[in-house]
């Protein structure tokens, strides 16, 4: 009889991140404004809505970068982005050193193909009047060429993959529980042998006990296809089990970006000290002082300016993070924050200096 | 962010030195000696068509003036269905209060008529649900909904209505609330709905409050502002809480005592830091392996197969068996009894009794079987049906 702790000891989390492997997606800039309905009978300036406002991301082979930060923060337009459902403002998205805007269309099916995306609610991402082999074999039958009998045996694989009974591939979703549902949405991301996955807060509509179950087989499919992850998640916990590289976004932008466990062990930007002092303990007696930030997230339509977090930030430094917007500077070791108690900022700011023109707001 | 020493103790799960009343962070414990509200044996059974679902079968609990009891468990085990039997809100038919005692403030609530316990409901008890969208009526505005229970269980009127209203939105820290109260529920943020509903559930000073979920569709940091909001309240009211959640990291935070349920009873109960520190139902142990930690990077995290049984076809043993790591054949064939681990330590687990059936108690034994063979249940349901055609 073995243990639990025995079981989990047996068995190897994520692999280490080699920073030598290759670069599969990578996103400069990258930007999405909303223009909103307004202004006067259609005239004058519409307001716009600034969802993802220039982000960088670098996402290797073997690599799971988490996006965290709060509801509004631009974290699922950002995938909707790199999935190509929304149209970028500005920037630009390179798969594997080529830029997706400038793709021709043959490269951008390709694109598609490699970059598959596994969504939150697995009871709304299944059509329920498909079987669960074609909704496996849908991707396949649109992107390959290849022959029935063959979809036929790349399902069967895909689904041993994740754990499913080749038998179950004649079942309708509303026969499988939420875990089974949700490996039926890993099943269809992985048919077409993809190199990126998005995952869209993969577990959060999940159980307690299946959780486990669920990020486990993405860990373990990650090491078996060398796959990248783009990870949205709020749970910070989670985050940290499952990802190499870190993002906290806020409004928009990134504010702290790195190895997850530096980000964790010793957060920079009083965004994310905040959020991870707010999040729940594992053990009753870990106890952490709480930073209540006042107020809330400001509207994304008319977002504050300089630093966006300035009018909540518990250490504000002064008129300079009203003014000046940061940009992400690397404080240690692969580790970049995005805030002006850190660099020089505040003595060229009250020696006088004109804004940096990295800072200036493009409003074109 | 946790300090170097608590590192330390987050690495080497030493807490032996953190005995202290403030643990929590929130003040010192609220808990007061006298029970409140006790259930004993509780069962509520639903006829479908598939056969009788035994959602709650047998379950006992008590909470004590300003206590918090965390009641963990994943969807299906029955804990959201044993809060709606305390209200007496369960739909029937399909379910049956078919067995049980639920005992409020000395007095058995099953044996009210309905016209008493809707005196009860929203003045003694009080209810916030998991949606605060789907909780509050789009169409009348704050004042209109925090007035309705203290209108009807207070018999206010006037401005003394109004002073109440504003006072109870004050109570959950909503800010100009003689404004906002004018506001209509779309007009508030998520956080700010919710704290509306828990204006509307503390509005009559109950003395036991059921949050089911409240906080599963907030932000984090809204997340921690209403739980600290939460255990104010309790501080101020000395109100006993019922905090049911699937999230251990909300049961460490705010709970005292935890009820981990499976499959339509209790399989283990006792205080927040036994069950944290010496988990001893196999299911308990399993679910805290398998959620992530955040002060450490866990290496890997325990998976535990299978999903939980149909509750129309329970297996004889017990309902974990299949999914259990220990599980042997006497797991499968026999619902294990209660043994007590420590003091207020109890777990429902062959393991702890070494697998040996002739260790147990035959009086409980023959108590923990008479769940699944139902005889005396099967017949207060065919009752319950009779008068319901």
């Known amino acids: ?245 870190t993002a906290v976004m806020y409004l928009g932008g990134i504010k702290e970006i790195g190895d997850s466990e530096p980000i964790f062990s010793n957060p920079l930007h009083p965004y994310t000290q905040a959020l991870i002092s707010a999040a729940l303990p594992s053990h009753p007696d870990i106890e952490r002082e709480e930073i209540i930030l006042p107020g809330e997230v400001p509207s994304p339509v008319d977002p504050p300016s300089g630093c966006t977090f300035n009018p909540r930030c518990p250490v504000k430094i002064g008129d300079v993070c009203e003014q000046w917007a940061p940009g992400l500077t690397e404080e240690e070791t692969s580790h970049w924050v995005s805030c002006h108690l850190y660099g020089d900022a505040k003595e060229r700011f009250d020696a006088g200096e004109a804004i940096p023109a990295a800072a200036v707001e493009d409003d074109a | ?103 409020l403030d000395g007095q058995n609530v099953l044996d009210l008529s309905d016209n008493e316990m809707a005196k009860i409901r929203g003045s003694k008890v009080g209810m916030i649900l998991q949606d605060p969208m789907t909780a509050l009526n789009p169409v009348f505005n704050i004042e209109n909904q925090v007035g309705e229970a203290i209108r009807i269980h207070q018999n206010l009127k006037g401005q003394s209505l109004v002073d109440k209203i504003i006072h109870s939105l004050r109570q959950v820290r909503i800010p100009a609330a003689e404004s906002r109260m004018k506001d209509f529920p779309h007009q508030l943020s998520g956080g700010m709905r919710q704290r509306v509903v828990g204006a509307i559930s503390i509005s009559c000073a109950p003395i036991v409050l059921i949050a089911d979920e409240p906080t599963t569709a907030l932000d984090v940091t809204i997340q921690a502002g209403y739980l600290r909001l939460l255990k104010e309240i309790q501080a101020e009211t000395g109100v006993g809480i019922i905090f049911i959640t699937h999230d251990f990291g909300i049961v460490a935070k705010m709970c005292d005592r935890v009820a981990v349920m499976y499959a339509g009873r209790i399989v283990e109960t006792g205080d927040v830091r036994q069950i944290f520190n010496e988990p001893s139902h196999p299911y308990s142990e399993a679910l805290l392996a398998s959620v992530p930690k955040l002060e450490e990077r866990t290496q890997r995290l325990y998976s535990i197969e299978g999903q939980p049984p149909p509750l129309f076809d329970l297996p004889p043993g017990c309902p974990f068996a299949p999914r259990c790591e220990y599980a042997q054949d006497v797991c499968r064939d026999v619902y ?54």
């Open chain 2, 336 to 389: 294990p009894v209660r043994s007590e681990i420590d003091e207020n330590h109890t777990a429902s687990c062959w393991k702890l009794l070494d697998f040996d059936i002739s260790k147990a108690d035959p009086e409980e034994l023959a108590a923990a079987q008479s769940v699944s063979v139902t005889a005396v249940a099967e017949e207060q349901l065919q009752e319950a049906e009779a008068v319901a055609d």
């Open chain 1, 1 to 245: 009889m073995t243990t639990i702790q025995e079981q989990i000891q047996q068995k190897e989390g994520i692999r280490p991140l080699d920073v030598n492997a290759e670069i599969i997606l990578e996103t400069r800039g990258l930007a999405k404004h909303f223009e909103l309905a307004g202004g006067f009978l259609g005239f004058g300036n519409k307001p716009t809505l600034k969802a993802v406002d220039g982000i960088d991301v670098i996402v290797r082979a073997g690599e799971t970068v988490g996006l965290v930060g709060e509801s509004g923060c631009g974290k699922s337009t950002t995938a909707k982005l790199l999935l190509g459902l929304e149209k970028p403002t500005a920037g630009q998205i390179f798969f594997k050193g080529e830029d997706f805007t400038k793709m021709s269309r043959a490269a951008k099916r390709d694109y598609r193909k490699n970059v598959q995306a596994v969504f939150q609610d697995p009871w709304s991402s299944l059509n329920p009047r498909m079987r669960v082999k074609s909704i496996v074999a849908e991707p396949l039958q649109i992107v390959t060429k290849m022959t029935k009998g063959e979809i036929g045996t790349r399902v069967s694989e895909v689904l041993e993959e994740v754990g499913l009974n080749a038998y179950q591939a004649n079942l309708y979703p509303h026969e499988f529980s939420g875990g089974q549902r949700q490996r039926i949405g890993v099943a269809r991301a992985l048919a077409l042998n993809p190199e990126v996955m998005i995952l869209d807060e993969p577990v959060s509509a999940l159980d307690v006990s299946i959780r486990a179950q669920i990020l486990n087989l993405l860990v373990d499919l990650q090491k078996e296809h060398n796959l990248a992850y783009l990870m949205i998640a709020h749970n910070l916990a989670t985050v940290r089990y499952m990802c190499h590289t």
């Open chain 2, 1 to 103: 962010m946790v300090d170097s020493p608590e590192q330390d103790r987050v690495e080497s799960g030493d807490y032996s030195d953190r005995e202290d009343a403030d643990r929590d962070g929130f003040g010192p414990s609220t808990v007061q000696d006298d029970v409140i509200l006790e259930l004993k044996n509780l069962r509520t059974y639903f006829q479908t068509s598939y056969g009788t679902v035994k959602a709650v079968d047998g379950v006992s609990y008590h909470v004590k003036r300003g206590e918090t009891l965390g009641v963990v468990g994943e969807s299906g085990s029955g804990k959201s269905v044993t809060a709606l039997s305390i209200m007496r809100l369960i739909p029937s038919p399909p379910g049956y209060i078919v067995g049980g005692e639920v005992i």
